[in-house]
């Protein structure tokens, strides 16, 4: 069962390597890999949940998977001429609020552990994301870019750390 921990960082990695080697960047793109990555994101969690039967996974994953699941049905719903805006908001949006919900499970977890660690790390990757989609002016091939680019920095960072989770528990 231990395989299934390894499926939320596995979204993360689908998203990144579709964008890092899709030739054509623009916002549509973007805006798929979004929608791609929200009901991934949300279907994994709830399957995750489902087979692990835990109930701390449960309160724990809810407001992400919510968030996630909502981005997704933004994204998908983006009519042409508004999506490099709401492209941009939609980042944004995901980064500042997973932020949020990754200081809380940081505190939760306390701040000195392990997980609290890997849940800092993690704030600080959406705060980034939200920061930059926030202040700098990106034209849609360099945006969706770094979607990209934070998506595989994500999956690897999550994929390390629960690895390293997994083997503290057994050592």
Do not use: C
């Amino acid at each position: 069962m231990r395989f299934l921990n390894f499926l939320r960082p596995a979204v993360f990695l689908e998203v990144g390597l579709i964008l890092t080697f899709t030739h054509e960047l623009t916002t549509r793109v973007g805006l798929t890999a979004l929608t791609s990555f929200g009901i991934g994101f949300a279907l994994v969690n709830v399957f995750v949940t489902m087979v692990q039967r835990r109930k701390l996974t449960d309160v724990e994953t809810l407001p992400l998977t919510t968030v996630a699941l909502l981005v997704a049905l933004v994204a998908a719903q983006v009519p042409a001429a508004l999506g490099a805006i709401t492209y941009r908001v939609l980042v944004a949006s995901w980064g500042f609020i997973s932020g949020g919900i990754e200081f809380e499970l940081a505190r939760r977890a306390g701040f000195k552990t392990a997980k609290g660690r890997d849940h800092r790390i993690n704030l600080i990757l959406n705060l980034a994301l939200g920061l930059l989609f926030s202040l700098v002016h990106l034209g849609p091939r360099d945006s969706v870019g770094f979607l990209g680019a934070y998506m595989i920095i994500t999956a690897v960072f999550s994929g390390i750390a629960v690895y390293s989770n997994d083997n503290s528990k057994v050592a």
